[in-house]
């Protein structure tokens, strides 16, 4: 039997001025306004990105994330990624590098967060305006939530086997891991993850704000993010 994954998008190393016309139509503008740029300068223009952040979460992972240079510009489907890198470290380890997209439009977030009754969750809503489709790959999982229609939610029970199901159902599921597994964030804040391999749920945060600076600490490794961690000695 023959199988493959899909194409991986092409990536345009910077100042990526050799796009093709028909690639730069289909940019984001945020995406296109890359184009020309070296990675110092790409690297300010995302941080001019995220220079109104005040909450203090988001001041930790905004920290975490700022150690990154953007090296690239990736032709995707969603209106094109950046592509940054961890600062002298090893770029074909997942976890020293990440994609991302532009800024969700703010009318397509309301109606989005309105849909999961996360609309009046502040936490939640800022980290979907700074950090909404972050990705540690482009043709498998690995990302959060982006533009999906509608967004994913946790409704599938698996002929009730899941352990946790009842208390979680319904819950956003904000990433996929590449393992599987999803990470949930319910009507209350609350975050969990659902260990697809062990068919249960299993409370991660009590509030949107503790996980985010949990999984500030764990960019700061190369490891993909998962409910089961990295190795001891990973550094």
Known sequence: MNSSFPARPKTYSLPATDIPDDVRQSLHPWIAGFIGLTPTQATERLHKRWESITRPSLLALRETLSLFEVRGIVDHEVGGLIYAVRKYAEENVVGNSFYLPAPIDPKTLESRLTSVSLADNAAV???????????????????????????????????????????????????????????????????????????????????????????????????????????????
């Open 125 to 235: 809503r800022e980290f979907m305006v700074y950090f909404a489709g972050l990705a540690e790959d482009t043709t498998t999982a690995g990302q959060f939530v982006y533009l999906d229609s509608p967004w994913p939610t946790f409704t599938d029970s698996w002929n009730g086997t899941i352990e946790g199901f009842d208390e979680w159902e319904d819950s956003l599921m904000l990433f996929h891991a590449r393992n599987g597994c999803h990470l949930l964030v319910r009507k209350d804040g609350k975050v969990a993850w659902w260990v697809m391999q062990e068919h249960l749920v299993g409370p991660q945060a009590g509030n949107f704000d503790e996980w985010t600076n949990q999984f500030s600490d764990h960019r700061k490794l190369a490891w993909p993010y998962d409910p089961y961690g990295p190795l001891d000695d990973t550094q």
